[in-house]
């Protein structure tokens, strides 16, 4: 074969090489984005950081696995923050309330993670931190520092005091701090006022008629009627960054811890202190097993 016919035959190949190189995907390097500076603020025990909540907001907005995948950087400083405020805080919430242990910091955050097997929403995240205080942390039959709800055996043991003793929930919904706190429009006013406008607050579920056993006319129907005893005031996000962070959030717990308990005297008595569970207007419903299973009412 001839020179020139080998040199043709290489420039063939190297076409075809060529042309196999146009083939082949191309790469995009994307740098991870840096983390938000921190305006000359720096990071405390006692308050949250704006850069936490701005993360947060973040996150609201871009709610994805690769999202939060490619900013873990910013989100374990984030989570960093709020378990340093956590556990600085917990320390003042025991001092508060004699009936909180020193549990791990698992034990009392809530992680941001979403169960979404059984869910509509499939946003893998939530988009806040959180964390709850009781005598077995975010965990367990106690009434929590933040409670969203009550199982039905134990509604029928709060029922049951609200019957047999009225004076125990009245005494609470009706002090001077509770009512600062929690109820402020109805401070001074008549106590039936106060009771109503505490049944107001938990409309959400509560029945529409009286629950089974109890006298239609009894005198707090209104009370006998919820199926939600909760409690809540709103803190801002200027509260968390503020210097005083804490000590705004302890105002809160130290006037909720009179509720939460009553909440667990009644529902969860300790071995040889007195419970409500026993009497008339209660017994029909002492006999419900399962938290799922819908709560009774008369027609």
Do not use: C
């Not at 509604?155 to 706190?181: M, N």
């Amino acid at each position: 074969m001839s020179s020139n016919a080998k040199r043709n035959g290489n420039s063939d190949d190297d076409e075809d090489e060529l042309d196999d190189d146009d083939d082949e995907p191309k790469v995009t390097f994307i740098p991870h984005p840096k983390l938000r500076d921190t305006d000359g603020i720096d990071y405390e025990d006692t308050k949250v950081h704006p850069n936490t909540l701005l993360f947060l907001g973040d996150l609201k907005a871009n709610n994805k696995r690769s999202w939060l995948k490619s900013h873990d950087p910013e989100y374990r400083r984030a989570l960093k923050d709020w378990e340093s405020f956590v556990e600085t805080l917990t320390q003042k919430i025991i001092d508060a309330d004699e009936t909180i242990p020193e549990l791990p910091l698992k034990d009392v955050i809530f992680r941001i993670y979403r169960d979404i097997r059984f869910s509509k929403d499939p946003t893998p995240y939530k988009p806040h931190f959180s964390a709850a205080w009781s005598r077995t942390g975010r965990k367990g039959p106690y009434a929590w520092a933040v409670d969203s709800g009550t199982p039905t055996r134990r509604l029928a043991k709060l029922r049951a005091s609200v019957d047999e003793r009225p004076h125990r929930i009245r005494r609470v919904l009706t002090d001077p701090e509770f009512l600062r706190v929690f109820l402020p429009h109805v401070a001074g006013k008549k106590e039936d006022k106060i009771l109503k406008a505490f049944a107001d607050k938990n409309q959400e579920n509560a029945l529409k008629t009286k629950p089974k056993g109890f006298n239609p006319d009894h005198r707090d129907l209104h009370l006998l009627k919820l199926r939600n005893y909760t409690i809540g005031r709103a803190i801002t996000d200027e509260d968390l960054n503020s210097d005083d962070a804490q000590e705004k959030i302890m105002e809160t717990i130290r006037a909720m811890v009179p509720f939460v308990t009553f909440l667990n005297n009644a529902a969860m008595p300790d071995p040889g202190v007195d419970s409500d569970s026993e009497g008339e207007g209660a017994g029909e419903e002492e006999q419900v097993d399962d938290e799922d299973e819908e709560d009774k009412e008369d027609d």
